[in-house]
């Protein structure tokens, strides 16, 4: 089986996350899948952001939902990863759907919901899939599994994945009475027999965030089902590499 390769926030080793530069590259390299993050605005806009603050990868200060689309859109986005991105714009989910209308891969949405801080998230994301791409594959994942049970409510049809730190007991179980499709474990514990009993049970294990080159190779021995990283054309290179010998 062949491990797919998702883009970590895009291609976060060289472009800033979450950014429609980080997404354009991820494409480009060929990635099998994006990952992002998303979060509402004052103004009730869905933005694309790592952090609940933009402190970390903007040059301003405080919460995004402290924001309007307009006042948070003033930001430079880009001016902390490297000069070049300089004039970058936080983009919001609308923007990074247009921008992938010709990716043929899985885009991953994750519900930065941990706290509770955005009620009627998922509606909005949902909404705004169907509008602008509603043929994309789309996996919703959240560490707020809660948010994950609200979104299948309003659309049975979600694919639904648990972000999860540790193993639970009996991981299956949980995960197949909430009528999700697949686990997005923290790498030490995908690469472990969780991932097996898992697969068995028809569940995908998707391993984050697998930067090591060494882990990389060792998510393609097991038959990890993907792995979410912020090095996705070399993960893709070591991959077509360990295909090549495997064939052999
Ligand atoms: O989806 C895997 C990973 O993105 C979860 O952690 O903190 O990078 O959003 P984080
Ligand atoms: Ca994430």
């Known amino acids: 089986m062949k491990t797919a390769v998702y ?3 895009g291609s976060k080793c060289n472009c800033p996350e979450n950014t429609l530069d980080a997404f354009a590259e991820a494409m480009r390299v060929g990635s099998d899948g994006i990952e992002l993050d998303v979060h509402l605005t004052k103004d009730q806009q869905i933005v694309v952001m790592h952090d609940e603050k933009i402190d970390r990868t903007t040059n301003g200060k405080g919460q995004i939902k402290s924001y309007t689309l307009e006042e948070l859109k003033q930001f430079d986005a880009g001016s902390w990863f490297s000069a070049k ?3 970058t714009r936080v983009p919001t989910l609308s ?13 991953n949405i994750e519900f930065k919901t941990d706290r509770n801080v955005y009620p009627g998230i998922e509606i909005r994301v949902a909404q705004l899939v169907g509008h602008y791409r509603p043929h994309l594959p789309v996996v919703y994942s959240s560490f707020n599994h809660e948010s994950l049970i609200r979104l299948k409510k309003i659309n049975p049809e979600a694919d639904i994945a648990l972000l999860l730190w540790e ?8 995960t197949q009475q909430i009528g999700a499709t ?8 995908a690469f472990s027999e969780t991932a097996e009993q898992l697969q068995k049970h028809g569940i995908k294990v998707r391993a984050w965030t697998v930067n090591q080159p060494k882990n990389m190779q060792l998510a393609f021995e097991m038959g990890i089902d993907a792995i979410i990283t912020d090095h996705p054309e070399a993960a893709l290179d070591l991959r077509n590499s360990f295909q090549k010998v495997t064939k052999q």
Request: aromatic share 14%.
């Open 7 to 9: 883009a970590h926030r």
């Open 182 to 189: 697949a686990q997005h474990l923290w790498q030490p514990t």
């Open 167 to 174: 193993r639970l007991a009996e991981p299956w179980r949980y």
């Open 95 to 107: 923007q990074v759907l247009e921008l992938l209308a010709d990716f043929r891969g899985v885009l």
């Open 85 to 87: 991105f300089k004039g």
